[in-house]
C-alpha cells in the first residue's frame, strides 16, 4: 500500500515472479469479462487506466478496506464514472467486503424481475458509481463533476488539517486522488474547479488524466504542477514515481499526464468500438492467467498480491486511533471538538432560538444576513462560499475568515463567477464529512441555473448543502427579465429529494434554516427576496415552516382560500382583507415547501387546503406545479419585465390589487358552472 515492490514475499522471505504487471494483465482480463457479462459495457477506459489502478491501490493510496469509513483515509474519485467498472474490480480485489463477485455480475444486467423471489433484482454496480456504495466517496458520471468534487474533498482536508493539526500530532493527512479523462476536461465545470484549486494551492490533490490529448500548458497556467508519463499503458513504476512525486509538491496540486491506449491490447485497442461494446474470446486469452479456468476469476496470487491491503489498512487505521488517544490527552478541548464533528453533530438551535425578530419590516434576503452572520460565528461545521454576488446576498462581511493557501483554516471560499463549481465542490465538501463540514453556497436564484448539474448531484447523492438564493422573482427589479426567475421554481420543485423553501418574511426565514439545517441527508434551497416587505404578515411561524404548509388567516366556510409564499404571500393577505370586507369569505395558506407539506397526514393537509369552492394560488412564477392542490392560479405566464419591486408585481397583476380583481372576476364566471379543471387567472 506504501512503496513499491516487484514481487510478493513468501514465507520464506523470497520473492514470488508475480508482480505489477501480472497484476495489470489479471485486471485487464477482469474488466473484460465484465464486459463479456451482458454484451456491452464501458471497458476501454478500464483497460487502459489498469496500470494506474494497480499503482494507486497497492502502492500509494491510504485506506482500509475493512472500514471503508475511516476518517483519515485517502479519498478517491473516478471523475471519469463510466469507467465504473475498474472502480468495482479495484474494490472487489482489493478486499470491499460488499463487492462480491455476485454483485460485479450484476453490472449492466437489466435488472428484471427475479422469477424466483417476484422482487426486482438490485445491485451497488450501477452504470456509474453511487456514494453509497462502500468505498465509492462520491457520486460521479456528469462528465466533470467528479473533478469538482475533488476539489471539495481536498478543500475539506486541508481545513481539518489547518484546524486542528498540531506540530506534534499530525491527526488529518488524507490526500484526493481524481482521475479524469478527456470528456472531463472539456467541461466547463472541471476548469471552474481546477482554476479554483490552482489558486487556492491544494497539495494534497492529485489528478490523474487518462490522456488522449495535450493540456499541460493550460493547467499549468491554472497553477497547477505537471509531471508526464509517457509509456501508462505499461509501466507502473513510473505511475508510482508520478505519485510519489506528487506528494513532495507543498505549494500545488498536480496533474498527472498519463499517456495510455484506450482498450489497450485488445482488438478494438485506440478505436471508439472501444469505449463502449464488448471484447473478443481472443481479447479475454490474451490476459488469461495461469490456473485460472473461468470468467470472474481471479489468480490466488492476484487476491494476496492485494489482499495484503486488507492488513495493512488495519494497522494503518489502529495506529491513527492510537494517535488520535494520544492528541485527546494533549489537547481535550480541540479533541472535544474533532469527536462532534467527526460525529457530524450540528448546535444550531441554540443559535436560532436566541434570534429575535427586526421590529421593522425587512426584504427577506437582509435579515437572511442577519442569520448566517450568528450561524458562521457560532456554527464551526459551516464552510460558505459565494459566486461574486456575496454582498448582494447580503451575508456580511468574512474577509478574516477567507479560505485560502496562506490561511487553510478559513471557513469562506471566494469562487469567483463559477456557481457550477461552487455547487460541485461544495458536494464534496459535504461528502468528505457528513456533518462534519456543512457547506453553504450564495448566489441570485438565476444563477442556480448555471449551477443546477452540481445541485441536482448533491440532490442524488443525498448529500446536506444550504443554497441560498436571493432576488427570486419579478420583485428583483430593474435588472430585467434576464434577471427574473419565473420558471426556474419549477425545476428545483420537481428535483426529488432537494427542499426548495420559499419563507415570506423573517419569521419564515428562522424556519427555513431549522428546516434546511435539520435536513442531515437532504439540500437544500432557501429562496429569498430582493425587494422590500410592504405590511408585516400575521401568525407566520418558523415551527410551521417544517410542515410545507399552514394556515396564516382562518375563516369558516370560506368561499376561497388564497395559497402563497415568498413575496407574494403579504399581497394574498392584503387581499384576502379587501375581499373579506367585501363580502368574498376568504382564508389564507402559507406554503414556503411543497415538498414538505406533500409529506404530511393526508388528514393535515385536507385541514389546510379546506373545502373552499376557489382554492387559489398567487406566485409571481409560472405554475407548473400548483395545480395538484389548487382550481386555479394567480401567477406568470410569461418571462417579467425591468421595472421596480412592488410595479413589476402590479404590471401583471400579482399584487394586492391585481389578485382581489381577478379572483372577483373569476368567481362571478364560474358561479353555477361545475368545476372542470384547474384554471390561469389572467
Known sequence: MNGHTNGTKLANGALSPYDDQHAVNEIRKFVIDICRQNGGGHGGSAIGMAPLAVALWRHTMRYNPSNPNWFDRDRFVLSNGHAAMLLYAMLHITGYKDMTVNEIKMYADAKAVDKNTGKWKTTICHGHPEREVPGVEVTTGPLGQGIANAVGLAIASKHYAATFNKEDHQLVASRIYCTTGDGCIQEGVALEAMAIAGRLGLSNLTLCYDNNDDTNAKVRAMGWHVIDVFDGDISVENIIAALEAAKLEKDRPTFINIRTTIGYGTTTAGTFKSHHGTYSDDDSAKHLAPGVTSTHQLSQNALEYFRSTVEEGK????????????????YPKEAKLFKERMEGEIDFESTLTSLNIPSELQPTRQFNGTVFNELISMVPNIIAGGADLWNSNQMGDQSTRIFDSLHPEGRVIRYGIREHAMASISNGLAAY???????ITA?????????????????LSNLQVIHVATHDSIGEGQNGQTHQPVELDSLYRAMPTLLYIRPADAEEV???????????????IISLARDPAVTAIPKTSRLQVQRG????????NATVTLISCGSELQFAYLAAQRLDSEGITTR???MPCVKLFERQPQEYQDSVMSNSPHII?????????????????????????????RENFARFGIDDDGIVSKVKRHIRETHGKKRRHWTLLK
Open 549 to 556: 404548509g399552514y394556515v396564516i388567516l382562518e375563516k369558516e
Open 588 to 590: 389564507v395558506v402559507s
Open 617 to 645: 394560488s398567487v406566485e409571481a412564477y409560472v405554475a407548473s406545479m400548483w395545480a395538484r392542490f389548487c382550481t386555479a392560479s394567480i401567477a406568470m405566464d410569461s418571462f417579467g419585465y425591468s421595472g421596480l419591486g
Open 433 to 439: 464529512s457528513p456533518g462534519g463540514i456543512l457547506p
Open 315 to 330: 494497522k494503518l487505521e489502529d495506529n491513527w486511533n492510537l494517535e488520535l488517544e494520544k492528541y485527546s490527552i494533549a
Open 510 to 524: 428562522l424556519g427555513a434554516w431549522l428546516t434546511a439545517l435539520g435536513a442531515k441527508e437532504t439540500p437544500s
Open 443 to 459: 448566489t441570485f436564484f438565476m444563477f442556480y441555473l448555471y449551477a443546477a448539474p452540481g445541485v441536482r448531484m448533491g440532490a
